[in-house]
């Protein structure tokens, strides 16, 4: 007979959600010059979102990168800080934010055009750099949080190498009999695992620490035979599996030197655009799996909505032959059977299976007869993002 106590729950709910804003420009500056003005149309949509979710924690992804955060700052207060057609506003206390590899110049030739570009604001010099961008800081993330951040607590592991990974699955070049060669050894002496960052940010909620792991690895996709994005966006992933698990292998290491994964017992939850869909598009096949079958990441159903199983059908086209429930989905891709991917479950809010329960969750995908519709739209033309706002409420569980 068990009569251990039960676990206490908190009273408290905590909303975390993970959002690829599509806050992205083609020139370094741009977000900031857009955000200087209230009247930017995809920002208030995109802020709209947020407020009708009116999510604690917030990871927003494709937010371009500046060091001083004034993009972020201009977001908050020419947007998040003013309701939008009768949505509260939502004020974000503490912020995160940190460089990304994003359109940061290698030196080396990684695109294997001939050429190591170093002039940014070129799709050359997007294929040199460590993660694709045409400027440094291109398609970054920033935490936004009601709850205090640990930023001295913070790691992060911008500079750590793939080959330093374990069996890494390092891209091989099939014109050779060499095994994993598409990379020489000067460039893979060079070569970041993580496309944009992977941070592990400890947010403090009512004295309990609860270790946000944000990422957002490169879609599997825009290469060739060798799969060079889609074993990297693998790796990306893999990354956080062995992290969750202490690195049993004992290979990580951070920005700052310190060795080692998350300690045992601590709470944790996974966010992002992980660009890996469990059953369609072009992963490599078990990408998201490690984190899915983890014994350590919670099995609670995925977040749905209502919208994503509409435009499924409403699109139809590549759609159709999809094996994955599409309520799931939280990205609205070109439908054409040809060239289109579809619709995709792309984004997700992971959490520790110990620690923490859910109470609520969903995708903000209303369909077409549902309000706010015209927040997300039809696909194309994009109104505010091409993915979809997922959330979770998470209680905090003491044992």
């Not at 989905?329 to 110990?354: C, I, M, Q, R, W």
């Amino acid at each position: 007979m068990d009569i251990s106590p039960e676990p206490r729950v908190t009273e408290t709910s905590v909303r975390f959600a993970a959002f690829n804003a599509y806050l992205n420009r083609p020139q370094e500056g741009a977000l900031i010059a857009d955000l200087k003005s209230p009247d930017t149309i995809q920002g208030q949509k995109v802020a709209e979102i947020i407020q009708r979710i009116a999510p604690d924690i917030l990871l927003l992804s494709e937010f371009d990168y500046d060091e001083n955060g004034d993009a972020l700052r201009l977001f908050q207060e020419s947007y998040l800080a003013h309701g939008h057609n009768g949505a509260a506003p939502v004020i974000y206390p503490y912020t995160y934010i940190a460089p990304s590899n994003t359109g940061l110049a290698s030196g080396r030739d990684l695109d294997r055009d001939g050429v190591a570009t170093m002039e940014p604001g070129s799709r050359a010099y997007g294929g040199d750099a460590y993660g694709y961008g045409e400027f440094p800081g291109q398609y970054a993330f920033v935490l936004l949080s009601k709850y205090p951040i640990d930023a001295t607590g913070a790691r992060t592991f911008q500079t750590f190498l793939w080959k330093d990974m374990p069996g890494a699955l390092l891209p091989d070049d099939p014109a050779t009999n060499e095994p994993a060669d598409w990379y020489g050894a000067d460039a893979l002496k060079a070569f970041r695992l993580s496309s944009k960052n992977h941070w592990d940010v400890p947010v403090i909620i009512n004295g309990e620490r609860v270790h946000v792991l944000a990422s957002h690895p490169t879609p599997p996709s825009f290469d060739g035979e060798e799969d060079r994005n889609g074993k990297r966006n693998h790796d990306e992933i893999r990354f956080w599996a062995d992290y969750i698990a202490g690195d049993p292998d004992g290979y990580i290491y951070d920005d700052k030197g310190a060795r080692g994964g998350l300690p045992k017992g601590e709470r944790f939850v996974i966010m992002g655009d992980l660009n890996a869909d469990p059953h369609d598009a072009g992963a490599v096949p078990g990408a998201i799996g490690q984190l899915l079958t983890s014994p350590l990441v919670s099995d609670a159903p995925f977040p749905t909505s209502a919208g994503g199983a509409a435009q499924a059908k409403l699109q139809g086209g590549a759609n159709v032959s999809h094996q994955g429930d599409p309520a799931e989905d939280t990205a609205d891709f070109g439908d054409d059977p040809e060239t289109g991917v579809g619709n995709l479950h792309l984004d997700y809010v992971l959490f520790s299976k110990t620690g923490l329960r859910e109470n609520n969750s969903g995708v903000f995908w209303p369909a077409p007869d549902e309000p706010h519709y015209d927040l997300v739209g039809s696909g194309f033309p994009v109104e505010s993002s091409d993915h979809r706002l997922v959330w979770r409420d998470l209680q905090i569980v003491r044992d």
